[in-house]
């Protein structure tokens, strides 16, 4: 008889989860029968690509970057490879919106010397780097005490701000170094700074090595030509008939020893040899409450922020110009009330019909967490009147589509580690439980994809000495 696993969540986490095992099913004796139950009427989560009057209209990550092998090599076996679409080179060059007015970010660190972003105090403050001396307190730092310590505090406030909330729509005092840039983190503990940790790298890949892409750091952005959602279609379709939709799970309890019982809103209960929470954390914490009250508290203390994303598409007639870049960001203090804005149509060719843009501003985040709930008509008004100030942009827009993503981006708050160490204690105590997905170890598609082959191949485990015993 093979043995049932469960995954909760049909996200991008719990598919690929899903795919990775089924793919190592074969070594279990008896096999495995996997379902993934998915809550909403569509699999993917955040995940999602509404193509409307020729406009394609993310829901939430817009691509990712092809730096990180697990991804691609999924694409690749997913059959998909054709489908893949490069972002356009103009996609390196991004924007900050400072004092009343869009300022070019400096591609390079050393750029910044002469660049009109920070004022010259603040530009000669990154100088003073090598010269700062590492930390040595092993405690988690806080994103803006970090970058405040090392390279200056308008350095913290403009840039850091604005690049934090453009990615985890984020507190940058309250979002731990360790857990939310590790990489960055790791330069100091490694290499005692910043500077001596890019020159070290510098030397070992040799001068002329590839450092950066349209996306940032090492990375070009990759989507696909209908949408990020593509990726998800695939891995759905890979699924078949494991991927069960509107099947909400309200409980996961220990039936008896390596054994567990999930129960949903409707439908009978499923008895599993493993369970994988592949869901938020904050949903795992109601869901495990009756398992494990430790775990439970531990997954609770993971919060998550929620946005509101407005895609507007005008003609090109209504722009002075048409946008060229990947967008801009708008540190807190300087005015807009949106986090930023992307130049969907000019980071990807075909998310806008011909002769027309495609503008996409999130509203809402850590600090502006009632954004969310605003009306679409309010939404609407923030939104115009802050492209106006920061482009110019007088015209209403002739495509308006308005989106919401309560409790969407999970925050790595300080702390977030030692949260984690007691997750993963936990869950050692009760073997054949995991967890996955964005709320741990990374937010990005990268990130989720990355740790599928770990979870599947420690599922395989689990089940095959379950499968021994019986």
């Known amino acids: 008889m093979p043995q049932k696993v469960v995954i909760v969540g049909g996200g991008v986490a719990g598919l690929a989860v899903a795919y990775e095992i089924g793919e190592r099913a074969p070594r279990v004796p008896g096999g495995i029968e996997i379902v993934c139950l998915e809550a ?100 988690e730092e806080s ?39 590790p990489k960055m983190w790791r330069m ?24 950066g892409g349209p996306a940032g750091p090492g990375g070009i952005l990759t989507s696909f030509r209908d949408g990020l959602e593509e ?60 398992l494990d009250a430790e775990l439970a508290e531990a997954l ?12 507007f598409g005008f003609d090109d007639k209504d722009l002075a110009r048409r946008p060229h870049g990947f967008g801009f960001l708008a540190p807190r203090g300087e005015g807009p009330r949106i986090l930023g804005t992307l130049w969907s149509s000019s980071i990807f060719p075909g998310r806008a019909p011909a ?38 942009i007088d015209a209403a827009p002739r495509f308006v589509r308005i989106l919401r993503q309560p409790r969407g981006i999970p925050q790595y708050v300080l702390g977030h580690m030692a949260r984690l160490k007691t997750v993963e204690r936990r869950l050692a105590g009760h073997p054949g439980l995991f967890a996955c997905g964005n709320s741990y170890r990374g937010i990005s598609v990268n990130a989720c994809v990355d740790e599928a082959p770990r979870v599947a191949d420690a599922v395989i485990d689990a089940v095959s000495r379950v499968a021994r015993a019986s």
Not at 101 to 112: T, V
Not at 148 to 159: D, F, N, Q, T, Y
Not at 203 to 209: R, T
Not at 361 to 368: I, P
Request: charged share 25%; net charge positive; hydrophobic share 45%.
């Open 355 to 392: 002769g027309k843009v495609l503008l996409t501003s999130m509203v809402g985040g850590a600090h502006d967490p009632e954004a969310v709930t605003l009306p679409d008509g309010r939404l609407i008004e923030i939104v115009r009147r802050d492209l106006a100030r920061a482009m110019g």
């Open 188 to 211: 100091e503990a490694d290499h005692g700074g910043l500077v001596r940790a890019m020159l070290a790298r510098r030397k070992e890949k040799g001068v002329g090595a590839r450092s």
């Open 231 to 290: 990726l998800i279609g695939a891995l759905a379709r890979a699924a078949g008939p494991a991927l069960r939709l509107r099947s909400r799970v309200v409980r996961v309890v220990e039936a008896s020893e390596r054994r567990f019982r999930v129960f949903l809103r409707e439908g009978e209960p499923f008895d599993a040899a493993a369970v994988v929470l592949a869901c938020p954390a904050w949903f795992a914490a109601e869901i495990a409450s009756g």
């Open 143 to 181: 994103v803006h005490d970090f970058v405040a310590r090392r390279i200056g505090s308008e350095s913290a406030r403009v840039l850091v701000d604005a690049m934090v909330s453009g990615i985890y729509a984020g507190d940058v005092r309250a979002l731990s170094l360790q857990a939310t840039f």
């Open 40 to 139: 909403e009427v569509r699999p993917g989560g955040n995940i999602r690509s509404d193509r409307v009057d020729g406009f394609t209209c993310e829901w939430g990550p817009n691509g990712f970057l092809d730096n990180v092998p697990a991804t691609l090599e999924l694409v690749r076996r997913l059959g998909i490879e054709d489908r893949l679409l490069r972002s356009d080179p103009s996609a390196a060059i991004r924007y900050i919106y400072r004092g009343g007015r869009l300022r070019k970010l400096p591609s390079g660190a050393l750029s910044f010397l002469t660049s009109d972003v920070l004022s010259v105090p603040g530009r000669l403050r990154i100088l003073l780097e090598p010269l700062v001396p590492a930390r040595r307190d092993p405690s």
């Open 300 to 311: 609770a203390g993971i919060p998550s922020a929620s946005v509101a994303v407005a895609h």
